[in-house]
């Protein structure tokens, strides 16, 4: 709570838009600083975010959509804002193009801001204004190869949904964005107000960052081979039994040799590894939703031990389960 005692006036927001921005990108984050205000007046404290839209210039910007939002603000080193975040585009090098005083704007104002973050495809203006130079930072998966090859010097992390790095955020596609506001909502005061803002706007959950961008479910529905599609849901309904690869090799009718190579081929993972993400993934949403003993969710799962679960929950996202459920579950 050090910077809630520091600074009793609302944080500035920017959220830097320009022509082909995508909507959602930009209003989602906004509803969030907004619904964070609402609940800080619900308990008779003052509003938390001061939010603007922001561009080169002022005046209506058009979006990717139907949609247009008025800049009431033009970017300026004159007037730098707490947090500025800078939203993405479908035609990101388009963007690029067009707006090169975004591109300067970071260079100059990356040293200096506070907070600076970009949204999906809004990592290109930092990563080409010089400010992920040596710095992990994410974008959506699909742009995730072009920003590496384009800025070598960035250290792209393809799978998370945000990245922090010093005073610089990076997220995934669109709708992370407004995890990575939730995680500054948190930041700013505390766990209780980023849930119960997350709540009023049905978000499902807070992610936290080191979340991949994609789930089993999500992977599986992508696989093309029928055989290891099916296999995939049954291992999903199924985790608490016998798992090993001769068991469901012969499930699918092949030799055990041929299936491991088969399936690491659709699903770019190991039977084990898609396991042991299935299990995290089921293990994740119990914590959440329900106040079961631990005990309880390793046998559903599978794990075996809570010392194994409690490994594979440091490796993906760096908590142990209890600290999860404590931060994230719904039940509390």
């Not at 992920?132 to 190869?145: I, Y």
Request: glycine share 6%; charged share 25%.
């Amino acid at each position: 709570m050090r910077n809630e005692v520091q600074q009793t006036a609302p944080r500035t927001v920017d959220i830097i838009i320009y022509p082909g921005f995508k909507a959602l990108e930009a209003i989602g984050p906004l509803k969030v600083f907004d619904y964070t205000n609402t609940c800080l007046r619900q308990r008779q404290r003052p509003d938390g975010y001061e939010v603007a839209i922001a561009s080169t210039k002022t005046g209506t910007i058009t979006s990717d959509s139907l949609m247009s939002l008025q800049a009431t603000k033009a970017i300026s080193m004159l007037a730098l804002p707490d947090l500025a975040m800078i939203v993405g585009a479908p035609d990101i090098e388009k963007a690029l193009l067009d707006s090169p005083e975004i591109v300067e704007w970071v260079t100059n104002a990356a040293p200096k801001i506070q907070r600076l973050a970009a949204l999906c495809t809004g990592s290109f203006f930092l990563a080409e204004g010089g400010a992920l130079d040596g710095r992990r930072a994410t974008t959506h998966w699909r742009f995730s190869e072009l920003l590496r090859k384009k800025y070598p010097a960035v250290k792209v992390d393809a799978d998370a949904i945000f990245i922090r790095e010093g005073n610089i955020w990076t997220s995934a596609g669109v709708t992370a964005g407004m995890d990575l506001a939730l995680a500054i909502v948190e930041e700013d005061f505390g766990p209780e107000i980023a849930l119960e803002v997350a709540r009023d706007l049905v978000i499902y959950l807070k992610r936290p960052g080191g979340q991949s961008q994609f789930s089993v479910h999500l992977s599986s529905q992508m696989t093309t081979h029928p055989s290891i599609r099916q296999l995939q849901s049954w291992i999903m309904s199924h985790l608490d039994e016998d798992l090993s690869v001769p068991k469901l090799a012969a499930r699918v009718a092949m030799s055990e040799r041929n299936f491991t190579r088969v399936f690491q081929r659709e699903t770019a993972d190991s039977p084990a590894e898609f396991i042991e993400s299935a299990r995290f993934e089921v293990a994740r949403r119990m914590l959440e939703e329900n106040n079961a003993p631990l005990k309880l969710i390793v046998l559903k799962t599978g794990f075996r031990t809570e010392e194994k679960m409690r490994r594979v929950f440091q490796k993906k996202i760096g908590v142990t389960p209890k600290v999860y459920r404590e931060r994230f579950s719904t039940t509390l």
